[in-house]
């Protein structure tokens, strides 16, 4: 939603694409996580994500 908020307030139309896409990025990436893990496993991944900061999760993902 943020990346939708951005490119209604972009200065010119290439900076809005660019926001657009991400936001299109990031929903299609959500929505395979969802089918992937399931509903509970996904909330449940997506609640700790919201308690960690970003250093333990850039390590876990390079780790993997």
């Known amino acids: 939603m943020a990346h939708d908020l951005l490119g209604c307030l972009a ?3 290439d900076e809005a694409r660019q926001h657009r896409i991400a ?4 929903a299609r990436i959500e929505q ?4 992937r893990l ?6 449940e991944a997506a609640l700790e994500g ?4 970003w ?5 876990v993902t390079l780790a993997s």
């Open 55 to 59: 250093s333990p999760l850039v390590m």
């Open 32 to 35: 395979t996580m969802r089918c």
């Open 38 to 43: 399931g509903e509970a496993i996904f909330a």
């Open 23 to 26: 936001s299109l990025c990031t």
């Open 11 to 13: 200065e010119d139309l």
């Open 50 to 53: 919201t308690r960690t900061s």
